[in-house]
């Protein structure tokens, strides 16, 4: 037996454990203290009303000889797929039914996809960036060229003059929220036709978009279809991280030497998976009525008011951020040149404030911090107020 080589180049990941030790060292050596966490990237909103009751009435109907399911099909129902389809319309997206392909999570097809890719591609991921991307390629050994997110370009990369075949794009990105206006992304559509490349688009943050002009969808880019293959999920629109359902678009017209990516993926998924539980492609679907999408835009609404509450403190203090807009996360330069993992030691000792230090995202994280959105409106009032005046003493003392 021979191992699998390329696991050997994976990077170990000690970003969340190295955060659990610290917090779990601080909480034993300060147990009186109160700890907020704005560095978890999971949800904390309860499953909405209407999801919950489609899910008992699955439950049930599955329960009678009637209702009862087995197998259903790998690619999804057509009763869910075709609320998808709905949805895109709405943004002047037509997509055919058999372009929808139902997944248990975004994370899952953002790994398989790979399977219908020859590992002699070129592969460009943005720093910093959502470690999956980097990790799924490398268990391939895959080359992969870094594109720089910075400062400079406000943490949005642009196509460089070099020759790739593949690009992950992922907006609103995770980790630093910044999002791709229409222009830009016409120009990375532009970019992948003329290099015969394909952008695996990540939109699992669509529904934090509340500005009309920016694109939530790749496809909303004239001749994306040509080209790009989305991915998107409910866990964070609607709080099925634990739950489980995501959604994945292969256009029919992607073809590459005569083979079509969407019987690719098609013939991938009937082989290598068996489809999301019909319970909860009925919870999934009630996301999409006009009383689900009321509900999930009232938590989404409810994550947004605590961004607001951090970007508001940072503005205060002139701290450089991107993202909190469009986005649940807030991704800050750290004060006094610190490094990432300063700033953590630093925030969790004197105000027993917990965020995600830039550096566990890539290179190009070093020297940036990520909070997120996803806790409680009281905590994170709470939060903001130490650190508004822990920066206060900071700008005293040294002057940042
Ligand atoms: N894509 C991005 C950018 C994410 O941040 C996450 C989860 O944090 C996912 C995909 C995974 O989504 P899912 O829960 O659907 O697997």
């Given amino acids: 037996m021979k191992i699998n080589e390329n ?16 917090v779990n060292e601080y909480s034993a050596q300060h147990p009186d203290k109160k700890i907020i966490r704005l560095g978890i990237g999971d949800v904390t909103r309860p499953l909405c009303k209407s999801v919950v009751e489609a899910l008992i ?6 329960g009678t000889k009637e209702g009862f399911r087995g197998y259903g099909p790998e690619q999804g129902y057509d009763f869910l797929k075709e609320e998808i389809q709905k949805y895109y319309q709405k943004r002047n997206v037509e997509l055919d039914i058999d372009e ?26 943005p720093d910093p960036v959502y470690p999956v991307y980097v990790d799924t390629n490398t268990m391939h050994g895959r080359e992969i060229e870094f594109l720089k997110a910075d400062k400079e370009n406000n943490f949005l990369p642009m196509p460089e003059n070099s020759h790739a075949d593949i690009v992950y794009l992922c907006s609103p990105n995770n980790p630093t929220g910044a999002v791709y206006n229409r222009k830009q992304l016409e120009t990375w559509v532009e970019w992948a036709k003329e290099n015969n490349a394909i952008i695996l688009f990540d939109s699992a943050y669509e529904c934090f978009i509340s500005d009309t002009n920016l694109p939530r969808s790749i496809y909303e880019i004239k001749g994306a279809k040509d080209c790009a293959i989305e991915f998107c999920s409910l866990s964070k629109t609607a709080g099925f991280t634990g739950t489980r359902l995501g959604y994945t678009i292969v256009p029919k017209n992607l073809v590459n030497e005569g083979m079509s990516l969407n019987k690719m993926w098609l013939r991938r998924q009937t082989t290598k998976f068996n489809g999301v539980p019909y319970i909860i492609q009925r919870g999934a679907q009630a996301v999409f009525t006009p009383e689900g999408q009321k509900e999930i835009m009232e938590n989404i609404n409810y994550y947004k008011e605590n961004a607001k509450l951090i970007a508001n403190t940072l503005k205060k203090h002139n701290i450089f951020f991107t993202g909190g807009l469009h986005s649940p996360y807030i991704w800050l330069e750290c004060p006094n040149k610190m490094t990432s993992w300063e700033f953590f030691d630093f925030l969790l000792e004197n105000s027993a404030v917990v965020g995600t230090p830039g550096a566990g995202f890539g290179k190009n994280g070093e020297g940036y911090f990520r909070l997120t ?26 002057g940042v």
């Avoid at 009435?57 to 599955?62: G, H, I, L, P």
């Fill in 7 to 22: 696991y050997k180049k994976l990077e170990e990941s000690y970003l969340f454990s190295t955060i659990a030790k610290k």
């Fill in 57 to 62: 009435k699955a439950s049930n109907e599955m």
């Fill in 100 to 125: 929808i392909f139902i997944s248990d999570g975004a994370k899952s097809d953002l790994g398989n996809i790979l399977d219908i890719f020859s590992k002699d591609n070129k592969v460009l991921i």
């Fill in 373 to 398: 959105s996803f806790g409680t409106y009281e905590n994170t009032y709470e939060a903001m107020e130490r650190v508004d005046k822990l920066l206060s003493d900071i700008l005293k003392t040294v």
